[in-house]
């Protein structure tokens, strides 16, 4: 492993920006969210598949980034690398704060449809539950239940900063990585570090 000193513990949109080239970027959002727009250069290992990429990432010659949507998942991948000894930085703010400062998202052309982003995912299928519950709840009150228990969980998730909703999601075939994607990432960021 080389030993990185001073590495912050995060960076901000433009400090990220001044730095693109001396960093290697570490995109931990899913493959759909990835696609929808990253940083440029930057390389999607999801976050639940951080570990899977932990001995690659200990041998980086230069600093890691690791980005995500709003700087909540990439903190936990910073504190998940810090643990295993490989020092890194997380993106402020992530890819929202990067697009507000005005610095470009890198969309592939090859996406062949669109992807949402994970806080889109979350807001569509919360208000499906919502509206489901309160539908059903025409035909039996208890339905409505079902509604009140999403309401809860966006609750306790805003109190939290955490979403098991969006954990799920994450599971689903369109969020996960092909194993062939994630291989040939694995097999780039090897190339860069070494």
Request: aromatic letters at 4%; hydrophobic letters at 45%.
């Amino acid at each position: 492993m080389t030993l990185r000193v001073n590495t912050p513990d995060s960076l901000d949109a433009d400090q990220a920006h001044g730095r693109l080239g001396e960093l290697t970027v570490i995109d931990v959002r899913t493959p759909g969210e990835y696609a929808s727009g990253h940083l440029p250069g930057a390389l999607n290992v999801p976050l639940d598949r951080l570990r899977r990429a932990l001995p690659v990432l200990g041998n980086a010659r230069s600093e890691l980034l690791v980005v995500c949507a709003s700087g909540n998942r990439s903190a936990t991948a910073r504190a998940l690398l810090a643990e295993h000894g490989v020092p890194a930085a997380s993106l402020t703010g992530g890819t929202g704060a990067w697009t507000e400062r005005g610095h470009e998202l890198h969309r592939p052309a090859t996406a062949a449809r669109a992807n949402w982003s994970m806080e889109r995912q979350v807001r569509f299928t919360a208000g499906g539950i919502v509206l489901a519950g309160l539908a059903l709840g025409l035909l039996h009150p208890a339905w409505q239940l079902l509604s009140a228990g999403v309401a809860g969980g966006l609750v306790f998730s805003a109190l939290t900063n955490t979403c098991g909703m969006a954990a799920l999601l994450s599971r689903l075939p369109h969020n996960r990585p092909r194993p062939a994607d994630l291989d040939a990432t694995l097999a780039a960021l090897a190339e860069r570090v070494s």
